[in-house]
């Protein structure tokens, strides 16, 4: 079993839906991070949490540190945010490395 | 201020050549970590650099190897390529160490291509 799931693999909506693209993790960590990487490669971080929540823009991140999940949610979606989306956690004990999700492809039709 | 950058951004070797990839940080960033991305793994961690030390290796052979300068760039050298090495390797910096807790920014890759 991986030590960070994410789900669902492949995400298909209308502009204007709200989305939510999940990750579980099965360690200690230090922190969580997501990313987003357009066609092409070029990745960018989008978060980085411990605890609770974050928003920038449309998108809002939050964590349950107890439960080992955080959720991205992406509010009035549009065409340009179809990418994949990557969550990666740093392992506490381990905070040289990052261990990345296999990530959520995500395409958003107009 | 400039980003992170990777050159070549393409590369096409084959079977038993070796190759040198660089990164270059953002001015300022000490810290530079190394992924390699491919369709079946993902990405993976390669290793990470922070004042010309190795302070973690992830789970790759020998063949892989890196080292940083003074100025904080980074190279990673992979020697007696196999086919199993084309992927899109990313470099990542930031501005103390630690890749686990610290904001990730990352270059555009440097694509390899084994043939």
């Known amino acids: 079993k991986n030590e960070v799931e994410q789900s669902p693999q492949n995400l298909t909506a209308q502009e204007g839906e709200f989305i939510t693209i999940n990750c579980s993790y099965s360690?200690?960590?230090?922190?969580l991070h997501w990313l987003q990487q357009h066609p092409g490669g070029g990745i960018v971080s989008l978060f980085m949490?411990?605890?609770g929540k974050k928003k920038h823009g449309r998108l809002i991140a939050t964590i349950n540190i107890q439960e080992k999940h955080s959720s991205l949610h992406i509010t009035a979606s549009h065409p340009r945010d179809s990418a994949v989306y990557i969550c990666?956690?740093?392992?506490?004990?381990?905070?040289?490395?990052?261990?990345f999700g296999k990530g959520t492809l995500l395409t958003v039709n107009p | 201020k400039a980003g992170v950058t990777q050159t070549p951004r393409y590369l096409i070797k084959t079977r038993g050549q070796q190759v040198t990839l660089s990164c270059s940080p953002i001015?300022?960033?000490?810290?530079v970590s190394w992924y390699q991305q491919t369709p079946g793994q993902g990405l993976q961690f390669l290793f990470e650099?922070?004042?010309?030390?190795?302070?973690n290796k992830g789970n790759f052979p020998g063949r892989f190897s890196g080292r940083q300068f003074s100025n904080s760039r980074s190279e990673m050298n992979v020697s007696t390529l196999e086919l199993g090495d084309s992927a899109l390797y990313l470099c990542?910096?930031?501005?103390?160490?630690?890749?686990?807790?610290?904001?990730?920014?990352f270059g555009d890759g440097t694509r390899l291509s084994i043939l």
């Open positions: 990542a910096s930031s501005p103390l160490g630690g890749a686990g807790d610290q904001p990730q920014h």
């Open positions: 360690v200690g960590i230090s922190a």
């Open positions: 949490l411990s605890s």
């Open positions: 990666a956690v740093g392992r506490r004990g381990s905070n040289y490395k990052l261990t």
């Open positions: 001015s300022g960033h000490r810290s």
């Open positions: 650099y922070f004042s010309e030390t190795q302070r």
